[in-house]
């Protein structure tokens, strides 16, 4: 059972474009989070979703981020018009049941907008 | 909205010394959960807790809640280089929908 898979790892983009961060998450999970981590900071929440439901999006910005978990297919959040302070770690996380028991983290997504 | 805090943010200790590190939340929390992340790696699950006052222990690891389900804490025993990290503590509140808030995090850093 392969953990949870995001891609790509490392992302690099210039100010104005926009960044898609993928995230399939564990086999029988269809429960996704999506958290962003700054340098030596802790863990912001986003965005929760089930499968093509948005349950919880208030850590979202409200412009230019978006995220979304189709009936197939891997979670995407993605990111318009980058600026450098979208400089961060994606963490995505997936679990069975809810926050009622464990998530499993991807390696996250490294994005660097120059 | 619901905030968990935890402190110390750093923690340098020798190599044997113990280490504790405690999170504190404004809502009463329906679970807490403890999480690990070593540098440049992502967040690992290490335990969950539910009950009002539970103890929890795994190896050196000692994690406790509060018996009001605010606080929680998280002692290590004889600390190793091993143990070097990041620790989260996270707590999902009854009133918050499904989703789990992360503390700062407490660096420990181990000296041999």
């Known amino acids: 059972n392969a953990g949870v898979m995001q891609n790509p790892r490392h992302l690099v983009r210039r100010r104005g474009q926009e960044a898609r961060l993928r995230c399939s998450p564990m086999?029988?999970?269809?429960?996704v989070y999506w958290y962003r981590q700054l340098p030596e900071e802790g863990l912001k929440f986003m965005v929760y979703l089930q499968k093509e439901n948005i349950i919880d999006e208030s850590g979202m910005p409200k412009e230019r981020f978006s995220a979304e978990f189709p009936k197939e297919g891997p979670s995407i959040l993605r990111i318009q018009q980058v600026v450098r302070g979208d400089s961060a770690a994606y963490f995505c996380?997936?679990?069975?049941?809810?926050?009622?028991?464990?998530?499993?983290f991807g390696q996250g997504t490294r994005l660097t907008v120059v | 909205g619901q905030q968990v805090m935890q402190i110390p943010q750093y923690q340098h200790v020798q190599e044997g010394e113990d280490f504790t590190t405690y999170c504190n939340s404004s809502?009463?929390?329906?679970?807490i959960q403890w999480y690990k992340q070593r540098p440049g790696g992502h967040p690992v699950f290490l335990i969950q807790?539910?009950?009002?006052?539970e103890v929890k222990k795994q190896k050196r690891l000692t994690f406790q809640f509060g018996e009001a389900k605010k606080n929680s804490s998280l002692h290590i025993t004889a600390t190793q280089t091993t143990d070097v990290g990041t620790y989260f503590c996270?707590?999902?509140?009854?009133?918050?929908?499904?989703?789990?808030?992360f503390g700062q995090g407490t660096e420990l850093s181990v000296k041999p």
């Open positions: 996380a997936s679990s069975p049941m809810g926050t009622n028991t464990e998530a499993f």
């Open positions: 996270a707590g999902k509140s009854g009133n918050q929908g499904g989703k789990l808030i």
């Open positions: 086999k029988g999970h269809s429960h």
């Open positions: 807790l539910v009950k009002s006052g």
């Open positions: 809502t009463t929390l329906s679970n």
